[in-house]
């Protein structure tokens, strides 16, 4: 039987161009989580940045909020079958922004040189941005399937991974290891819920072993990165040096117990013991404020809006649609374990920031793009 999705193989039906009206309502409790997520982002924000009496920060923020849930907003009103048109646009400019970073244009920070400086005090993680267009890029080969065929075969895998590895390939040259595993968590589940065979899995695993033995054996693993994976199995050993952020982390969250010190009261957070308070490790400001039953209630309202993701995907009449919103899902997942694990000491510090809760522009636009891409699977869906 013929996908739903091979209807549209060629140019897209220009009526299908505009706005769709006739779409169905928007998923309301996903769109209030992603509220509630982004508003919640902003208060921490303010508590970790307000000993500075300087308010950029947060404006900076409240502004990056603003421009993300008018781009959900928009994406969320667009036919999924228009977006898919568009997805060869939107993936060659992800590279050529990666590869800019690498030019003059990019600026290191932190050991990565994963910036572009658009104006003074502006700048833009292209990375970020790169994983609403690999979300998109990947399901097409995984989502459309051809006559006869009830699951992607060997072609479609093979494109598919040869789509992401020119985004992770430039991302290694910054390099920037957690975007990175990022990257490869969302072909993990983007493979996963497309149906494709388990072997791929297995070769997909050992291909990042292959990878990730090469890139020791070439230097391409710095120093730094070394250290922090070290630091994970005893952050004690280095408290002045590489386990630092490691146990102040711990200190500021342990320090909260159950109910926490009071929004704006943190005394870890008011002396800046934290490195990064703001953005990495944000998530330390919630345990120390808001204490565990706070820390709590965000991972859970991340979860309700995976559980929300996850039904769109189930629910989806198309199997790009499914593999779409597979991949956000993942992402999303991922990146929060990675952000919590690390300031609790179950991961490594590897640098990726709380969806919709640290600050930063572009992590805070690209997740809530991504929520949009979740609620045009749904709309689509509802309204085929």
Same mark, same amino acid.
């Given at each position: 039987?013929?996908?739903?999705?091979?209807?549209?193989?060629?140019?897209?039906?220009?009526?299908?161009?505009?706005?769709?009206?006739?779409?169905?309502?928007?998923?309301?409790?996903?769109? $209030?989580?992603?509220? !509630?997520?982004?508003?919640?982002?902003?208060?921490?924000?303010?508590?970790?940045?307000?000993?500075? *009496?300087?308010?950029?920060?947060?404006?900076?923020?409240?502004?990056?909020?603003? &421009?993300?849930?008018?781009?959900?907003?928009?994406?969320? #009103?667009?036919?999924?079958?228009?977006? #898919?048109?568009?997805?060869?646009?939107?993936?060659?400019?992800?590279?050529?922004?990666?590869? /800019?970073? &690498?030019?003059?244009?990019?600026?290191?920070?932190?050991?990565?040189?994963?910036?572009?400086?658009?104006?003074?005090?502006?700048?833009?993680?292209?990375?970020?941005?790169? +994983?609403?267009?690999?979300? $998109?890029?990947?399901?097409?080969?995984?989502?459309?399937?051809?006559?006869?065929?009830?699951?992607?075969?060997?072609?479609?895998?093979?494109?598919?991974?040869?789509?992401? !590895?020119?985004?992770?390939?430039?991302?290694?040259?910054?390099?920037?290891?957690?975007?990175?595993? @990022?990257? /490869?968590?969302?072909?993990?589940?983007?493979?996963?819920?497309?149906?494709?065979? +388990?072997?791929?899995?297995?070769?997909?695993?050992?291909?990042? /072993?292959?990878?990730?033995?090469?890139?020791?054996?070439?230097?391409?693993?710095?120093?730094?990165?070394?250290?922090?994976?070290?630091?994970? !199995?005893?952050?004690?050993?280095?408290?002045?040096?590489?386990?630092?952020?490691? @146990?102040?982390?711990?200190?500021?969250?342990?320090?909260?117990?159950?109910?926490? +010190?009071?929004?704006?009261?943190?005394?870890?957070?008011?002396?800046?013991?934290?490195?990064?308070?703001?953005?990495?490790?944000?998530?330390?400001?919630? *345990?120390?404020?808001?204490?565990?039953?706070?820390?709590?209630?965000?991972?859970?309202?991340?979860?309700?809006? $995976?559980?929300?993701?996850?039904?769109?995907?189930?629910?989806?009449?198309?199997?790009?649609?499914?593999?779409?919103?597979?991949?956000?899902?993942?992402?999303?997942?991922?990146?929060?374990?990675?952000?919590?694990?690390?300031?609790?000491?179950?991961?490594? @510090?590897?640098?990726?920031?709380?969806?919709?809760?640290?600050?930063?522009?572009?992590?805070?636009?690209?997740?809530?793009?991504? @929520?949009?891409?979740?609620?045009?699977?749904?709309?689509?869906?509802?309204?085929?």
């Amino acid at each position: 039987m013929r996908a739903p999705w091979a209807r549209t193989p060629g140019a897209p039906d220009r009526r299908r161009l505009a706005w769709a009206p006739a779409l169905a309502a928007p998923d309301r409790v996903l769109t $209030l989580l992603a509220l !509630a997520l982004s508003a919640m982002g902003l208060l921490l924000v303010w508590s970790a940045t307000r000993m500075e *009496g300087d308010h950029t920060l947060l404006v900076r923020q409240a502004v990056a909020v603003g &421009l993300g849930l008018a781009l959900m907003w928009l994406v969320s #009103r667009v036919d999924l079958r228009v977006l #898919r048109a568009y997805v060869p646009v939107a993936y060659v400019l992800a590279l050529v922004s990666l590869a /800019a970073v &690498l030019t003059p244009l990019g600026v290191r920070v932190n050991g990565a040189h994963s910036w572009i400086t658009l104006a003074p005090g502006l700048r833009l993680q292209p990375s970020e941005l790169a +994983k609403v267009a690999l979300a $998109l890029a990947f399901a097409v080969p995984l989502g459309e399937l051809r006559d006869g065929q009830r699951r992607p075969g060997f072609g479609g895998v093979m494109l598919a991974l040869a789509l992401a !590895a020119a985004p992770i390939g430039l991302i290694a040259l910054q390099p920037d290891l957690g975007t990175m595993l @990022v990257f /490869a968590a969302m072909v993990t589940g983007a493979l996963l819920v497309s149906g494709a065979p +388990k072997r791929w899995l297995l070769v997909l695993a050992l291909g990042a /072993a292959g990878a990730g033995a090469a890139a020791w054996r070439l230097g391409l693993v710095r120093p730094y990165q070394i250290e922090r994976l070290l630091v994970l !199995a005893d952050p004690g050993a280095d408290p002045g040096g590489a386990g630092y952020n490691a @146990v102040q982390a711990r200190i500021a969250i342990g320090s909260g117990g159950f109910y926490g +010190k009071g929004l704006f009261n943190g005394e870890q957070t008011a002396g800046h013991f934290v490195p990064e308070q703001h953005t990495d490790f944000v998530f330390t400001v919630a *345990g120390e404020e808001l204490g565990f039953a706070g820390a709590a209630l965000i991972v859970l309202a991340v979860g309700a809006l $995976l559980w929300r993701g996850l039904a769109i995907a189930r629910r989806s009449d198309s199997l790009y649609g499914t593999v779409l919103a597979g991949g956000v899902v993942s992402w999303i997942a991922f990146q929060t374990f990675v952000n919590v694990g690390m300031t609790v000491g179950l991961m490594p @510090v590897v640098g990726v920031p709380l969806p919709f809760v640290s600050y930063g522009g572009s992590a805070t636009v690209a997740g809530l793009l991504a @929520v949009g891409l979740l609620q045009a699977v749904h709309r689509t869906r509802a309204a085929a």
